[in-house]
């Protein structure tokens, strides 16, 4: 259960991730980044599930497609047609589930654009254009207990710093919920909190946060920080249609 944390803004979209790779136990393997850069199609590809699912996906990019765009046209079409071979892959390496965001700047649109892939249900789910995605999402109990010191800032207010690391210390604490087979009740989100950067300049990153998680042990955060006990990221406000939208994005985006 990695975390994936994705905003849309306009001008730019960011990517908040963490660094942990563990066995079934929860005990870390290693940590490191989590993305790679397809620097051919001026892309970047982050994944949650198999360790080694962001070079998977980079390199079917990299030998299929031009850029974004054409992934976004073409992609859908592509998984479905080969979507029997994927699955094989996924479970020939002990992981039945698999989400992907792959972004990268439109030259077509002149503006960031995302599209993020998942088997959360069984069968490809593929949603191009996709605002915002919390993995994992916050429970009720701890989203409304910090809701109320901070409010709400919308997509486009959203801070990586202010927000972001404080997102990602409240999905650090929370156990994981059984998506991960045999995971269930540990926690599994650790190493560092890295920002990724997508806009007209290219692709950036950097690590915002480095937690004292150590290879060979398990995820032990302890109390939640002083510094982000007094702020926590809320779902983005907005009117009726879009909430009603993006609901049904979700329903098939967060895993």
């Known amino acids: 259960m990695s975390a994936l944390n994705f905003y849309h803004q306009g001008h730019r979209a960011i990517i908040l991730q963490d660094a942990a790779c563990y066995d079934e136990d929860g005990v870390l393997l290693s940590l490191g980044p989590k993305h790679v850069v397809v620097s051919e199609a001026n892309v970047v590809v982050t994944c949650t599930g198999m360790a080694n699912a962001p070079q998977i996906m980079a390199t079917i990019i990299r030998r299929g497609f031009r850029d974004i765009d054409d992934f976004a046209d073409r992609g859908e079409a592509f998984f479905a047609e080969h979507w029997s071979d994927l699955q094989r892959t996924i479970d020939e390496l002990g992981s ?5 965001m792959v972004v990268g700047w439109s030259k077509r649109d002149r503006r960031p654009k995302s599209v993020h892939f998942t088997n959360r249900e069984g069968e490809p789910s593929f949603i191009v254009d996709l605002a915002w995605l919390h993995h994992p999402k916050l429970r009720s109990g ?3 207990s910090l809701l109320r010191q901070i409010g709400e800032p919308t997509r486009e207010e959203f801070d990586p710093v202010q927000h972001g690391i404080a997102l990602m210390e409240v999905q650090r604490r929370q156990p994981s919920d059984g998506m991960d087979e045999g995971k269930s009740g540990r926690l599994l989100i650790g190493g560092h909190v ?36 007094g702020i926590v990221v809320a779902m ?16 098939g985006a967060v895993a």
Request: charged share 35%; with cysteine.
């Open 96 to 100: 039945g589930r698999l989400c992907a």
């Open 236 to 251: 983005p406000a907005v009117n009726r249609r879009e909430r009603r939208r993006q609901d049904a994005l979700r329903r």
């Open 194 to 229: 890295m920002l990724i950067t997508v806009d007209r300049h290219g692709i950036t990153d950097r690590i915002l946060k480095r937690w004292d998680d150590r290879v060979g042990e398990t995820i032990e955060p302890g109390p939640l920080p002083a510094t982000s006990a």
């Open 142 to 144: 701890a989203k409304a």
